[in-house]
């Protein structure tokens, strides 16, 4: 019963992506990139086929999935639609491999934008557009969408959402999740359009915005041009792309309340308060040490502004190669890698409510020592937050850390140094993207073996699910009854 269920589940998942390729089919129809519709027509019709048979064996059964099968759901269904997402690239022979082939899609649909790929343009425009793409639907979440399109699957939509929303408190903002998840999607492609539409009045051609808004949108980072944002040379097009990499990284439930006008969900709101004010530091430092290389303010904020936006909401465009820039620049860069957007967003990263809850209990252990018999708590929100949260939180960064010690140690294996390994390890776990010196924003990831292309998808997914989700199946409990 269970793997009919989780059957049913994933398949349903897969054929929703599957008639989402209608789009880049659409694309290489229009472009006569023939050759390519294969590619997409093969796998899409298998996954709806299995789709429709499963449905078929399960109309009359009625399914419940316990915490633990929603896990499963939820871990699998990442995992077989970065199989699907890869097909396209290797039955189409683009990518060498299926390892490479697997990693470009994981990093797609994770939104961590690290490629395999050194001449993306002269990919076909289609099989550049089905990258960003994966982007867009691994932004917001494969099974989000699902539950808000196909409400009446027959199991808990809000079980298997929180396995996949990203942060450590998961709430819904209306009683119903599916509701929910439809509003969320509706703000979302509200701001693809938008940003699509500014970047066509910007020079943009249509297959280039609506590649770069799904790329935005999802902070993921695929870009139809090999030197990324910087290959336009137009700083209408960094500001716009700047600011919605800026907006990606807020909890998009906050737009919800500023729709319907809850100011005081917004006000009080503590994680975007301390987001705001690190965009703010970060950019204006880096912004006065690269004056020098751009030679005037108003230039250096343009590109400084951009790199934050970029790197801490882990999209990973870039309009200038920041490994030349001043040491203080990099440092501030390399910081912004360790700390990610706000939760509920779709950046990647630890997410800055973790810092903030971090800092806060830090700041009670300190109160603590002048005050042994006092009682502190932690206010989130101007709210009191639970007891356990702390400890939520330390556990998070225990097993964040000694996952990026792990694939520092894989990525040592192919023979680069300390800082590409370690940057390579904070950029695949952070679903950040490029990291620095041989991972560096110019760069790519195909030069490692296939056996660390498959650890790095594995990290990606993981660090897309919060970790937990994924590496939950190797506790020796999980399988117990």
């Not at 204006?284 to 934050?308: E, K």
Request: proline residues 3%.
């Amino acid at each position: 019963m269970i793997f009919l269920s989780l059957a049913r589940l994933i398949t349903i998942i897969l054929s929703i992506i599957s008639i989402t390729m209608v789009i880049p089919v659409g694309v290489a129809l229009y472009y006569g990139e023939f050759h390519v519709i294969s590619g997409f027509a093969i796998p899409g019709i298998i996954c709806i086929f299995f789709a429709i048979l499963f449905f078929f064996i399960t109309r009359k059964k009625n399914f419940h999935l316990s915490s633990r099968a929603g896990f499963g759901a939820v871990a699998l269904s990442w995992i077989f639609a970065s199989l699907l997402g890869a097909m396209p690239f290797f039955i189409t022979g683009y990518s060498p491999s299926f390892a490479d082939a697997f990693f470009e899609s994981a990093s797609g649909f994770t939104t961590t934008g690290a490629t395999i790929f050194s001449d993306v343009e002269s990919l076909p425009r289609s099989i550049n557009l089905w990258r960003s793409q994966m982007h867009w639907l691994g932004g917001m979440g494969i099974v989000a969408l699902t539950v808000a399109l196909l409400p009446l699957l027959g199991v808990g939509g809000f079980q298997l959402i929180k396995a996949e929303t990203t942060g450590p408190e998961k709430g819904k903002i209306t009683p119903k999740i599916t509701v929910t998840a439809k509003i969320l999607w509706f703000i979302y492609l509200g701001f693809t359009i938008l940003q699509t539409v500014l970047l066509l009045f910007a020079g943009m051609d249509f297959v280039d915005a609506l590649s770069h808004s799904f790329a935005t949108l999802g902070t993921g980072g695929f870009s139809t041009r090999n030197a990324s944002i910087s290959s336009y040379n137009s700083a209408l097009i960094d500001w716009i792309c700047t600011i919605f990499m800026f907006l990606s990284g807020v909890n998009f439930s906050l737009y919800y309340h500023l729709i319907v006008r809850h100011g005081s969900e917004i006000k009080d709101n503590t994680e975007l308060k301390a987001y705001i004010i690190i965009f703010l530091i970060a950019s204006l430092g880096i912004t006065v040490c690269v004056i020098p290389q751009y030679g005037s303010f108003v230039n250096a904020l343009r590109h400084g502004a951009f790199q934050v936006a970029s790197i801490m909401t882990t999209t990973g465009f870039y309009t200038a190669d920041y490994t030349q820039w001043p040491q203080f620049a990099q440092i501030i860069i390399f910081a912004l890698m360790l700390i990610g957007g706000c939760s509920g967003s779709t950046a990647g990263g630890v997410k800055v409510i973790r810092w903030v809850i971090l800092g806060k209990q830090m700041g009670n252990e300190m109160r603590r020592m002048i005050h042994p018999h006092g009682i502190f708590s932690i206010q989130i929100n101007k709210r009191v937050g639970r007891k356990d949260i702390v400890y939520n939180v330390a556990a998070f960064m225990f097993l964040y850390s000694v996952l990026v010690l792990i694939t520092t140690l894989v990525a040592s294996l192919n023979n680069i140094d300390l800082l590409s390994s370690l940057t390579a390890s904070l950029a695949l776990v952070g679903n950040i993207g490029p990291g620095f010196g041989a991972v560096g924003p110019v760069q790519n990831f195909g030069f490692f073996n296939d056996v660390s292309k498959y650890w790095f998808s594995f990290v990606m997914i993981a660090g897309r699910l919060e970790l937990y989700t994924m590496l939950i199946f190797f506790m020796p409990s999980f399988w117990k009854k």
